[in-house]
């Protein structure tokens, strides 16, 4: 069995009508709007390399593209533009070959609703080419590894959202693919069913086989992926192991700061306090005055700047302080949070 | 092409038709057995039709059940998987090309409507005997038309199936099925349109005629119909059309 990475060069996707939710459906029976200005540029020349048998993540606000490059990779979205791989298989030229290779849990549950939990696991391993002993032995052990199996021969219809979600992967397991796609996860489950994913994408991973997954939960980022992807409007800003990534933002900490009144020699001055390594203004008309400090220290900064504030006659009115964080990398990139 | 994946997909939608087997029957037989019973039964016995309708009416009945079935048993199916629950994704996941789903699709429609198509004869004889003359004088000739006609009810189900928005399947029945169904030569010979020259021309679009009359030829020959190979070519035609349509909309939806 060989090993199977991914990837992509220079991925480009242009959605002319409506961008699909979270890729791959939402269709419409009227006539594709081609006035270019409706275009919606969803990935702008996307480079990725993802070595077999690592987790690798994407991480990025909603809309950044994240869905789209899994939609690629998965042979259900046409890219504009450039080219993805999975092991030696060009995803638009063998889509067979490549379908074989992989495991995909969508965004959105797509669980077949005709079926009962089991069915759904046993039915996917058909199609598949899986011996129907195989076939049996896999999706009980499924079941009950992802805690299933009292529902097992119930409707998935009836099923609660984070219970679809875990069969959803259970069934993008059941052939044991050497690539594991998984587009936000862990989104609508329980922060325990939530670490029982983690464990199991884990132990997966140990078994030699290449993961990605997105999110933009930056603590998942962090907990689970080896190397990560940072992605917004379609391009990546950075990339790296978490801990590369963490440690390029200056100083590592974050002071978010709002003032009563715009003073650029204050702003000038907070640059000279020991620790500080930059510091961003973003004042705007509306009469917010604030200012982002990256430092090397957090809490002990406060009074120090407080001071500073005092002496030039400024009010402090806000202070918020953010340890060293994936989430602070976005915000040095972007000027905007992950969540926003 | 990879079989052991086709059949399973097959085996999937004969799963899922055994666990609907009620609701599909009713569906199947409840309105063309009621149209036999008024028509044929209670129309005939009390004198406003002659006995001859009973078995004029019998090909027409099956021609329009087994379209039925077909298109209802793909559209419907790829309406809902494709627009609202997307179940259909990991079907398109499968290790097969994707136009081979649609195929197995109209493979499983088709099979649905010739057992709707073959059952309906029995049913609708026993509703209406005595009085009903049937002269199978060619087998192979009616085995030929009956598969052409289920694959047309497939094909045209994976053509509307995939071309309609969801928000439109009772516009697709009022505006598209219900004047297939009334100007498909069903309930009445081709031949009984002499009269309206023009319908009578117009309605050669419909392919819902060729298999009604094609049926009626084969079944009651005895009665005015279409040449058969008029009939044959209609079909085909109509099948071809509709297959490719149907597969370039198919494809066309399962990749954005």
Redesign the interface.
């Known amino acids: 069995m060989t090993l199977a990475g991914i990837r992509t060069r220079e991925l480009r996707k242009v959605y002319t009508s409506a961008p699909?939710l979270a890729?791959?459906?939402?269709?419409?029976?009227r006539r594709k709007d081609s006035n270019p200005s409706r275009e919606i540029v969803a990935l702008d020349g996307l480079s990725l390399d993802v070595v077999p048998g690592e987790i690798f993540g994407l991480l990025g606000p909603n809309g950044a593209g994240k869905s789209t490059t899994v939609?690629i990779l998965?042979?259900?979205?046409?890219p504009t533009g450039g080219q993805a791989w999975i092991g030696d298989y060009d995803v638009w030229v063998q889509?067979?070959?490549v379908?074989?290779l992989?495991g995909?849990v969508?965004q959105?549950p797509?669980?077949?609703?005709?079926?009962t939990a089991r069915?759904?696991l046993l039915?996917?391993g058909?199609?598949?080419?899986l011996d129907s002993q195989t076939r049996s032995a896999r999706a009980a052990e499924l079941l009950e590894r992802f805690k299933l199996t009292d529902r097992a021969n119930q409707l998935a219809r009836g099923f609660s959202g984070g219970m679809m979600q875990r069969l959803s992967i259970a069934?993008a397991m059941m052939h044991d693919p050497q690539v594991l796609f998984l587009d936000e996860p862990s989104a609508g489950l329980d922060p325990q069913t939530r670490l029982l994913l983690w464990e199991i994408v884990r132990e997966y991973n140990q078994s030699g086989k290449t993961i990605l997954l997105t999110t933009h939960n930056m603590e998942e980022a962090d907990a689970l992926c080896q190397r990560l992807a940072i992605i917004d409007h379609g391009s990546m800003i950075a990339f790296g192991t978490p801990a590369e990534l963490k440690a390029s933002v200056p100083g590592g900490f974050l002071l978010r700061l709002r003032f009563g009144a715009h003073s650029p020699e204050l702003f000038e001055r907070l640059k000279l306090l020991s620790g500080v390594r930059e510091v961003r203004v973003n004042s705007d008309a509306d009469g917010d005055n604030g200012a982002d400090v990256y430092a090397d220290r957090g809490g002990s900064l406060v009074s120090e700047i407080a001071t500073l504030a005092a002496g030039t006659s400024t009010e402090l009115s806000d202070v918020h302080i953010l340890e060293p964080s994936l989430e602070n990398l976005f915000l040095h990139h972007t000027g905007r949070s992950l969540r926003e | 092409m990879?079989w052991?994946?086709f059949m399973?997909?097959l085996?999937?939608d004969a799963?899922?038709a055994r666990?609907?087997f009620v609701p599909l029957v009713l569906q199947t037989f409840l309105q063309p057995m009621m149209f036999v019973f008024i028509f044929g039964r209670v129309m005939v016995s009390s004198g406003y039709m002659t006995t001859a309708y009973k078995s004029l009416l019998l090909p027409g009945i099956m021609a329009l059940s087994m379209i039925f079935t077909g298109v209802w048993a793909v559209a419907m199916p790829l309406i809902g998987e494709?627009?609202f629950?997307?179940?259909?994704?990991?079907?398109?996941?499968?290790?097969?090309?994707?136009s081979w789903l649609a195929i197995e699709k109209v493979f499983f429609g088709a099979a649905q409507a010739i057992v709707a198509g073959l059952a309906v004869i029995p049913a609708a004889w026993l509703l209406l005997r005595p009085g009903v003359e049937l002269n199978l004088s060619s087998p192979l000739t009616f085995a030929g038309i009956t598969l052409l006609v289920a694959f047309l009810s497939a094909c045209g189900g994976l053509a509307l199936g995939c071309?309609?928005?969801q928000a439109?399947i009772g516009l697709m029945f009022s505006m598209v099925l219900t004047p297939l169904i009334f100007f498909g030569c069903t309930y009445y010979p081709w031949s009984a349109l002499a009269n309206f020259p023009i319908l009578q021309k117009v309605v050669l679009v419909n392919p819902l005629v060729y298999a009604s009359e094609g049926l009626r030829g084969t079944l009651v020959p005895q009665f005015p119909h279409l040449p058969i190979l008029v009939v044959l070519l209609g079909l085909l035609i109509f099948d071809v059309l509709f297959l490719l349509v149907g597969l370039r909309q198919f494809r066309k939806?399962a990749?954005?």
């Not at chain 1, 890729?23 to 029976?29: D, Q």
């Not at chain 1, 998965?74 to 046409?78: A, D, S």
């Not at chain 1, 797509?110 to 079926?115: C, G, R, V």
Request: charged content about 30%; aromatic content about 10%; proline content about 3%.
């Open positions: 699909p890729a791959g459906g939402g269709f419409s029976f939609g998965t042979t259900r979205v046409r889509q067979v070959e379908k074989r992989i995909v969508a959105r797509n669980l077949d609703f005709s079926l069915e759904i039915f996917h058909a199609y598949f080419g069934r | 990879n052991k994946t399973a997909l085996a999937r799963h899922v666990r609907n494709f627009q629950t997307r179940e259909i994704e990991d079907r398109l996941l499968a290790p097969i090309e994707n071309s309609i928005d439109k939806k990749v954005t």
